[in-house]
């Protein structure tokens, strides 16, 4: 069954940083792209943030380009987001997700990833 676990959300002012963390289970975690989704009221799940199987490619938004980092440890099944200098609009739910993946690129659509993990708030006060 697979499993996939966020955490690290919170309130935080902006120009502050957070790091959220993905912790997954039952599905071979080395064959996956995992990706990072944000949501707020009224409106669909966009991509942040994905990366490839092994690391090697790594899709960013352009409005989070320069001040969020994507890594994964295969080792420990576990992908993590690290969000610097954050900012009001970067407010939402945080889901992380998990789908097959390729080995030459990465897809960060929403509709790309079957598996879910529960939401993580995130909310940057001005």
């Known amino acids: 069954q697979v499993q996939l676990m966020g955490s690290g959300g919170g309130l935080v002012q902006a120009g502050g940083s957070l790091r959220l963390s993905c912790a997954t289970s039952?599905?071979?975690?080395?064959?996956?792209?995992i990706g990072w989704f944000r949501q707020v009221p009224g409106k669909g799940r966009e991509g942040v943030s994905c990366i490839s199987p092994r690391g090697d490619y790594t899709f960013y938004d352009e409005s989070v380009k320069g001040r969020f980092r994507i890594g994964r440890d295969n080792s420990k099944k576990s992908v993590w987001l690290q969000m610097d200098n954050l900012k009001p609009e970067d407010t939402g739910v945080y889901y992380c997700a998990a789908d097959l993946g390729y080995t030459d690129h990465v897809i960060c659509g929403e509709y790309e990833y079957e598996n879910w993990g529960q939401g993580t708030q995130v909310t940057v006060s001005s």
């Open positions: 039952g599905f071979r975690f080395g064959d996956f792209a």
